[in-house]
């Protein structure tokens, strides 16, 4: 069965570039999630959308932000990094059915910031 | 706001025993509740999840989890642990939220889970 889709696996940034993570749902879903595990952490809910609607808001800082685009793919675009933004980058997707959908999560973008 | 305590930082049992992961969840209402494992640089693979009903839930890889309500418990269990089982796992609470969409997840800071052959 089709999975989510993150690219890149890997990125390494020097600190204050910017860098671009894109997901890719699995086909069908209208539900995007990204969420950030930094070292050592629990993954950390950021932002998500609902058929291409910023849906719910969590502890994203206001260097990021996101869309989510008409084929539903999203972008979590990043600013200005800082070391502190060097974590693993999660996206998931979900189908919503009242609800009670799953999420189902992609294998995560590795982002150094050095 | 709700919260999720997994007690157990790491746990180490032998090939074969059997596993009890411990979870606990704060939230106002009936939650969702979720266990993920995560394997080393890997993705969160879902386990198992509740959402109303049947308090005992079956999950994949053999792994089930008891919702009980009066002491706000979701533990994950194994009746007999194989090393492939050895992996970080996540309990997690579902808070749905209004308007359009579903609900976020928030997660316990993990149990690894370490198996001795």
């Known amino acids: 069965a089709a999975g989510v889709i993150q690219s890149p696996r890997h990125l390494i940034k020097e600190k204050r570039e910017t860098a671009t993570l894109k997901c890719y749902p699995i086909p069908r879903h209208d539900t995007v999630y990204w969420y950030q595990q930094g070292p050592g952490q629990d993954p950390q809910f950021l932002i998500s959308?609902?058929?291409?609607?910023?849906?719910d808001k969590g502890s994203i800082p206001d260097r990021f932000s996101a869309q989510q685009f008409s084929d539903y793919h999203s972008e979590l675009n990043m600013s200005s990094l800082e070391l502190g933004d060097s974590a693993l980058y999660f996206c998931?997707?979900?189908?919503?059915?009242?609800?009670?959908?799953?999420?189902?999560f992609g294998p995560g973008t590795r982002l150094t910031v050095l | 706001a709700q919260s999720v305590t997994q007690p157990d930082i790491h746990i180490t049992v032998s090939e074969g025993a059997s596993l009890e992961l411990r979870c606990n969840y704060s939230?106002?209402?009936?939650?969702?509740l979720f266990w993920y494992v995560q394997s080393p640089g890997q993705g969160l693979q879902l386990l198992l999840k509740y959402f109303s009903g049947d308090t005992l839930v079956q999950g994949i890889k053999g792994f089930e989890a008891e919702f009980k309500r009066s002491q706000s418990s979701f533990n994950l269990r194994k009746p007999s642990v194989h090393w492939s089982d050895a992996a970080e796992y996540f309990c997690?609470?579902?808070?749905?939220?209004?308007?359009?969409?579903?609900?976020?997840?928030?997660f316990g800071k993990g149990t690894k889970l370490s198996v001795i052959p």
């Open positions: 959308f609902y058929e291409k609607m910023q849906s």
């Open positions: 998931a997707s979900s189908l919503v059915v009242t609800g009670t959908d799953t999420q189902y």
């Open positions: 939230y106002g209402a009936t939650p969702y």
């Open positions: 997690a609470v579902g808070v749905p939220y209004s308007g359009a969409g579903s609900y976020q997840l928030t």
